[in-house]
């Protein structure tokens, strides 16, 4: 954990808030993390670390979306003769997509907790960088977190049709894939037959999108598809808008949503990160290299990113109190810690970043070696 940073970034709170915390006062605080959801488990399990268990705090759930929660109770550790006492704590996760969240960070607007409040985001878990989605990256500082790998899989169940035999995709016939409105035969990915190969995409809000798209080199027009029926069931062209401002915007909202449908449709492939890449779906290699932790590390496997976390500079709208940057402090603490980094959640899913021999500056840019 980068200790001298988050001390830099305290004490910019405190002067710039003019705010300091006896040991005896205590200070009710609201923390809401924005951004992907292929980080939701982790997310979840350290926000049960955050508290000490389940005793410590009440967790409410959205019941419209499984990736917003609030969590609000006590710190244990921090109640009582602690430099900064902090009283009722409140961890709002809304995990509706890295590419929004940034947005609204930086323009300060209004995300819905699933404790009903309204509030801009303090902090945006995103393996995309702002520069890369025509952000302003200046207004905001980072934290590393870990790296993200991204895959495309198959559906390998007894319904997966022509694509038993699609095991690798080229950068190509990847950008192929996602324009092609299933027009391509799945002999062209090295399929057995010549029906359609059916693309499942993440919409423009998607890091996964975002990441993929800039190492395959695709910039058109994305043709993705959906259904809403058991597992081989018609497929449906996405032709929906879900971006505020009314551009087109097919694609589906979770990495969960689209691994199901990649099990539903016959002869598609998707994108996800490898967090949700489960039983049933089997992952592509990419340019001849398959994901593995390994292949990662060494450069040689290259859809991939690093997962940050962003918040706001001192003095700017929306700037981290002392006390959020506190409890921030204590939640990337717990999920960086090498203790935490050989989880069964965490394990040849997430990478920590200082297992990389390579590095990688720009999101879909060169790797080199360290």
Known sequence: MNIPLFKKMILAGVIAGAIYFSPKAKADVELVISGGNASSSILFDRA??????????????????????????????????????????????ILNGAIGGLTDIVAQNPETTAAGSNLPPTVVDSSTSPGAVGLDASVLSALPVYVVPYVFIKNISANSGDTASITNLTPLQAAYLEGAKATIPATFFGGGGTNPVYFVGRNNQSAVRTEIDLNIGFTGQLQTYYTNGAPGS???LDTTSQDPNGDFDPG???????????????????TV???????????????GVPYSYSNVISGSYPLWFHEEYYYKNPGTAGALTPSQATVLQLFYGSITNSAYTVS?????????????????TLDGGPITLK
């Open 234 to 236: 018609l497929p449906i």
């Open 252 to 270: 589906l909202s979770s990495g969960s949503t689209l691994y199901n449908t990649v099990l539903a449709i016959s002869n598609s492939i998707g």
């Open 344 to 360: 069964s959640l965490y394990t040849n899913i997430y990478i920590p970043e200082s297992a990389l021999n390579v590095s990688r």
């Open 48 to 93: 049960t670390n955050l508290f000490g268990g389940t005793a410590n705090f009440i967790a409410t759930f959205n019941t419209g979306s499984s990736t917003v929660r609030t969590y609000q109770g006590t710190i244990p550790g921090y109640t009582t003769g602690n430099a900064t006492n902090l009283g009722t704590v409140t961890l709002d996760l």
């Open 273 to 287: 990160a490898v967090s949700n890449a489960k039983a049933g779906a089997a992952r592509l290699a990419f340019a």
